[in-house]
């Protein structure tokens, strides 16, 4: 058994306090479903593990007409089952349904999630193509991360030590926008060997107004594939083939283990790039 000390404040406040008060001896716990098995493995070794789960206020989910709000705490679930996000981003639901199974998306976290910051997670890379922001609370008080700026490396964050992610921002994406999300799972756990968010806006043309695509799965962090925008930009949707051509440029460090190659990956990612970007188009229009 390992032994440490168990909190389940029922304030945001009272975390900190608590989260300031252990240093790096505490952990916070959402759901558990990646600090557990670490603890289990003896990876992880908290003295003090703070359960963020009784804190309602981080569970709320909220879809607005100009912005969308996921609290830290909001199970996958929560996401992919709100009554009002397919018809404002549909590219939300959508990544919560292809986590796991439904068992995983009852107790995992979206904040969770984007912390632990897994390079096989689904939610860095549908983070990636929102432009979502993060606020984080910490002991010198609260900021505001970009995805972009958020996920640093393997399993790595721009998170600071005492620092606790509350919330994501994502701003309503406008009326003639369409998002996608498509993956290809690992057999067992659902993870991705390769995911491939798109957001896309469109003109009056029906060119591609604003493009972002997120990648996860291919690279050791979730990336945003800049060569595909910016080849696809002001174009159609005969130009998707040819800019999802670049999903894997730039790639410094592929994952790949005996699920799948480098190559596998890198070419999932060119192949599931045109199928998100021909779905997003599709539901733009
Ligand atoms: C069988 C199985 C299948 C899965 N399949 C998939 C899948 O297909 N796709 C996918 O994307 N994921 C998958 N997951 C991951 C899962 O969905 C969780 O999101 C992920 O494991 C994080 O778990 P959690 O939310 O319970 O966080 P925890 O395990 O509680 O925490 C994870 C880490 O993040 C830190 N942390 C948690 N919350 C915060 C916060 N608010 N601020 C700062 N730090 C924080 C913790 O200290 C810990 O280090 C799977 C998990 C399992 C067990």
Same mark, same amino acid.
């Given at each position: 058994m390992i032994p440490f000390d168990y909190h389940a404040p029922k304030t945001l406040q009272k975390a900190m306090r608590l989260v300031r008060e252990h240093g790096d001896d505490a952990s916070?716990?959402?759901?558990?479903?990646?600090?557990?098995p670490l603890m289990k493995l003896r990876f992880a070794a908290p003295a003090v593990v703070i359960d963020l789960g009784g804190i309602g206020g981080l569970k709320k989910v909220t879809a607005g007409?100009?912005?969308?709000?996921?609290?830290?705490?909001?199970?996958?679930?929560?996401?992919?089952?709100?009554?009002?996000?397919?018809?404002?981003?549909?590219?939300?639901?959508e990544t919560a349904s292809e986590i796991g199974d439904v068992q995983v998306r009852n107790r995992g976290t979206v904040g969770g999630?984007?912390?632990?910051?897994?390079?096989?997670?689904?939610?860095?890379?549908?983070?990636?193509?929102?432009?979502?922001?993060?606020?984080?609370? #910490?002991?010198?008080?609260?900021?505001?991360?970009?995805a972009s700026d958020f996920f640093?490396?393997?399993?790595?964050?721009?998170?600071? &030590? #005492?620092?606790?992610?509350?919330?994501?921002?994502? &701003?309503?994406?406008?009326?003639?926008? #369409?998002?996608?999300?498509?993956?290809?799972?690992?057999? &067992?756990s659902g993870f991705a060997l390769a995911g491939v968010a798109a957001q896309v806006a469109l003109d009056s043309a029906g060119n591609c107004a604003s493009v972002?695509?997120?990648?996860? #799965?291919?690279?050791?962090?979730?990336?945003?594939?800049?060569?595909?925008?910016?080849?696809?930009?002001?174009?159609?949707?005969d130009a998707i083939a040819e800019a999802a051509a670049h999903a894997a440029d730039g790639v410094e460090e592929f994952q790949e283990d005996h699920h799948a190659s480098?190559?596998?990956?890198?070419?999932?990612?060119?192949?599931? &790039?045109?199928?998100?970007?021909?779905?997003a188009f599709e539901r733009a229009t």
């Open positions: 916070v716990l959402a759901g558990g479903h990646s600090l557990i007409h100009e912005t969308i709000t996921i609290g830290a705490l909001a199970t996958h679930y929560a996401v992919e089952s709100h009554r009002l996000l397919p018809g404002k981003c549909r590219l939300l639901p999630s984007i912390a632990h910051a897994d390079p096989a997670a689904d939610w860095p890379a549908a983070m990636l193509a929102l432009n979502a922001q993060f606020d984080i609370a #910490g002991p010198s008080g609260e900021r505001a991360v970009a640093v490396g393997l399993f790595t964050t721009a998170l600071q &030590a #005492g620092e606790v992610l509350t919330r994501i921002r994502i &701003a309503t994406p406008p009326e003639n926008s #369409g998002g996608a999300y498509v993956k290809m799972r690992q057999s &067992a972002a695509v997120g990648v996860t #799965g291919v690279a050791s962090v979730a990336y945003r594939a800049h060569a595909v925008e910016d080849a696809l930009r002001g174009r159609g949707l480098a190559d596998y990956r890198a070419h999932l990612a060119r192949v599931f &790039a045109q199928r998100a970007l021909t779905r």
